[in-house]
């Protein structure tokens, strides 16, 4: 089933075509990182998702709802970590408003926001002002706030940026445990080394438009990549090496150690087919470079212009 729905969505400010036609599926339990430059229209996309900017043309369903139509409906279902400022007030105020909104009160209110708290860590600090929270605690409130109706959706822009690699790492968790739980999780960010590991699919975006959607294995295996192994191995000279099928470049270390690039997607390369098929070479000692994922990101986003 698909939690979330975009059709055709478009949306200009004035001369500034912020999206452009997109349109995404988000399918229940997943978490899908949402991905772009800075620019390119993911906070757009989420506050059209939340009808605090309306489109020009275009849908989104949630829950199968249209959010033009029946806002108040889904919004209960939906629990959103905003890319923007917290209120001037107490931590725990805000966590009280959101619950008696939602239709909590007493002992039902003051338990769900202890709950909340537990879970993303912010009992020393939560009654403090939030003037005074550093950006990883203002971070937890607005999650804990997220989750005060237990919602089956979470939408949250940036989450983590500006947070140190250790809270990206707990939120990166939190994310995982709530998914676990059968949430889907629907988030964005500019880095996609940060997130790339903890989602189902990214979807990216450059300049108002989808680029490119799936898993990153799909996406890594549809784009061109230059791929680099390190090798050492007998029986066979640099010269034939350079001959072999996708080899681009052929360098030999001092320490004997070679360096083979390749481009072509991110598959079994074909040199490595042809080596271990030869009886006169012997592969001792074989592994991939780290693929350098921004590097990747870049083209992505590159190759659309
Ligand atoms: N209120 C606004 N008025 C004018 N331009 C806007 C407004 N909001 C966003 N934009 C423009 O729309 C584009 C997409 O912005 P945004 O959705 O915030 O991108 P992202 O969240 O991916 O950084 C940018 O070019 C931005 O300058
Ligand atoms: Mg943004």
């Given at each position: ?18 999206l452009d036609n997109i349109s995404f599926d988000v399918k229940e339990g997943s978490i899908i990182g949402f991905l772009g430059p800075n620019g ?164 990216i975006l450059s300049e108002g438009k989808i680029v490119s959607q799936g898993t990153i294995k799909s996406i890594l295996s549809s784009i061109p ?19 072999l099928p996708g080899v681009e470049t052929v360098e030999k270390l001092k320490n004997e150690q070679i360096i083979i690039k390749t481009s072509g ?41």
């Amino acid at each position: 089933m698909s939690v979330i729905e975009v059709s055709n969505l478009s949306k200009s400010f004035g001369s500034v075509q912020a999206l452009d036609n997109i349109s995404f599926d988000v399918k229940e339990g997943s978490i899908i990182g949402f991905l772009g430059p800075n620019g390119s229209g993911k906070t757009t996309t989420i506050k059209i998702m939340m009808q605090l900017l309306h489109q020009d043309s275009g849908t989104v369903k949630i829950f199968g709802d249209d959010v033009s139509k029946n806002l108040q409906e889904i919004k209960s279902k939906i629990g959103i970590i905003p890319d923007a400022d917290l209120p001037k007030v107490k931590g725990h105020t805000i966590l009280k408003h959101t619950g008696r909104y939602a239709g909590l009160q007493g002992q039902a209110l003051d338990k769900r926001i202890q709950e909340t708290i537990s879970i993303v860590g912010g009992k020393s600090f939560y009654k403090r002002k939030t003037q005074t929270f550093s950006k990883g605690q203002r971070q937890r409130i607005k999650i804990a706030n997220a989750l005060m109706t237990d919602p089956p959706l979470i939408i949250a822009d940036e989450p983590t940026a500006g947070l140190d690699p250790v809270s990206r790492r707990q939120f990166l968790k939190l994310v995982e445990n709530l998914s676990a739980e059968g949430k889907t999780i629907f988030f964005s960010n500019h880095v996609i080394s940060e997130i790339e590991k903890s989602c189902d699919e990214l979807i990216i975006l450059s300049e108002g438009k989808i680029v490119s959607q799936g898993t990153i294995k799909s996406i890594l295996s549809s784009i061109p990549i230059t791929n680099t192994y390190n090798l050492y191995l007998e029986g066979i000279g640099e010269d034939d090496l350079k001959e072999l099928p996708g080899v681009e470049t052929v360098e030999k270390l001092k320490n004997e150690q070679i360096i083979i690039k390749t481009s072509g997607g991110a598959n079994t390369p074909e040199f490595l087919k042809v080596l271990v098929n030869n009886p006169d070479v012997k592969i001792t000692s074989f592994s991939k470079g780290q693929l350098d994922l921004e590097n990747i990101f870049l083209k992505v986003v590159e190759n659309e212009k």
